[in-house]
C-alpha cells in the first residue's frame, strides 16, 4: 500500500505552506484546497490515506472518503496532543496563547463529527506499534466481512 497526506498535497499543488495559505488567504481559502485534495486521493485504490484533523468538518469530505476506503479516526486526549503538537509552531490553528484550551474547544466542537468515522482507534498511552496491530486487525476483519 502506499501513502499520501492531503495536507502535502495542498501544498504541493498550491506550492504553498498551509501556514501561509491561513495567514494570507484565510481558513475557508484553505478548506477549499483541501476539499480538492481529498477528491483526488478518494480516488486512488490501494492507499493508505492520512488527512489534515479539520477534513471531517466538510459532509463531502467524508462522503468521498468513504464511498471507496475505511475512515479511521484516531482519538487522543486533549491534554495528550498538546503534549505531542503543542509546541509546533506550523499549525495555524493552535497560535493561540492558550493551546491546550483551543485544543480542547476544538475537540469538543468536532467530537460529532469524527464520530462518523468507521472506526475509532484510542491512541494515549499506545505505541506506534500497539496502534498499527488494531488498525491492521480491524481493516482485516472489515475487508474479509464488509459491513
Ligand atoms: N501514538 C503516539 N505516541 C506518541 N507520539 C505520537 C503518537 N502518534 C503521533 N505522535 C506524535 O504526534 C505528533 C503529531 O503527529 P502527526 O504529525 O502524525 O499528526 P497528524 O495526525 O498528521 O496531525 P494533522 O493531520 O492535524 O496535521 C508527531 O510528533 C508524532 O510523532
Ligand atoms: O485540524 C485542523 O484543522 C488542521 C490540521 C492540519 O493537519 C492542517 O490541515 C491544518 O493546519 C488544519
Known sequence: MRYVDTDDIV?????RHISDIFAEDGEPAFR????EAVCK????????IATGGGVVLKESNMTELKRNGIVFCLTA???EIYRRVG???HRPLL????????????????QPYYADADHMIRTTGRSFGEIITHIKRVFTKRIRNPK
Open 11 to 15: 501544498e504541493r499543488d498550491s506550492g
Open 32 to 35: 477549499e484546497l483541501e476539499s
Open 41 to 48: 486521493v478518494s480516488k486512488l485504490h490501494n492507499h493508505v
Open 77 to 79: 486526549t486533549a491534554e
Open 87 to 89: 509546541h509546533q509552531t
Open 95 to 110: 497560535q493561540d496563547p492558550d493551546p491546550l484550551a483551543k485544543i480542547q474547544s476544538m475537540l469538543a466542537e468536532r
